[in-house]
């Protein structure tokens, strides 16, 4: 069965598998790759995203795909979308997200993954807006935002963590279909 739903020259985006579970909870523990998280993830929480993820697909059909680097077959995290309900006045909206473990850094895949997704979000989803939103201290994140188009927008606190957390405030990207297609 084929499982992939988008390919691009260097990478595949497709369904998750059972054995992505244990290269996704190491990734998610990793203090490296979590450092603009409030905390790394224990073994609970990646399992509790993970089927967040699994519902998500069920309820939408798209979802965040687990990534994979052609060359090396291996799994490399997730490129693709979440719905973000925060606490937001551009919330509900959809979510276009990565995490990529760390060795897959600085190759230019997050942003190969996530155009090829935003191209099939508004063209084949029809989706009618993205956001993407992270820390303000998140400058490599904010670069693929800019790398793929998104406009940046305001600043917001979230409100899940204290607001004179360092992570706070955020900063918020969009785009809506309209504007990606007249491009
Ligand atoms: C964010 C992440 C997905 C980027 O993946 P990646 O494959 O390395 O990204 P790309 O190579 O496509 O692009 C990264 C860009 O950031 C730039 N960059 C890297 N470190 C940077 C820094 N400290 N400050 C500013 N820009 C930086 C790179 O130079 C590159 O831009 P360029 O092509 O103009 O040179 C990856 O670092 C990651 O998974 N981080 C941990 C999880 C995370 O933060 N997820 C996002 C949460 S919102």
């Excluded at 490296?32 to 309820?59: L, N």
Aim: some cysteine.
């Amino acid at each position: 069965m084929c499982d992939t739903i988008l390919e691009t020259p260097r990478l595949l985006l497709r369904r998750w598998r059972p054995e992505d579970l244990a290269p996704f909870a190491r990734m998610n523990a990793d203090p490296v790759v979590m450092e603009y998280f409030v905390s790394p993830y224990t073994e609970e929480r990646t399992q509790e995203f993970y089927q967040k993820i699994q519902k998500e697909f069920a309820e939408y059909g798209y979802g965040l795909y687990a990534a994979q680097e052609k060359a090396s077959n291996l799994f490399m995290g997730f490129i693709g979308f979440h719905w973000a309900r925060l606490d937001a006045d551009f919330c509900p909206c959809v979510e276009i997200g990565w995490r990529l473990d760390h060795p897959f850094w600085g190759k230019g895949y997050a942003t190969e993954g996530a155009k090829a997704c935003l191209d099939y979000g508004f063209r084949e989803l029809a989706l009618p807006k993205v956001c993407s939103y992270t820390t303000h201290r998140n400058l490599r994140s904010q670069r693929v935002m800019e790398k793929i188009g998104l406009k940046r927008g305001t600043e917001f606190l979230d409100t899940s963590i204290p607001a004179g957390h360092p992570h706070n405030p955020l900063i918020y990207y969009h785009l809506s279909r309209e504007e990606y297609l007249s491009r």
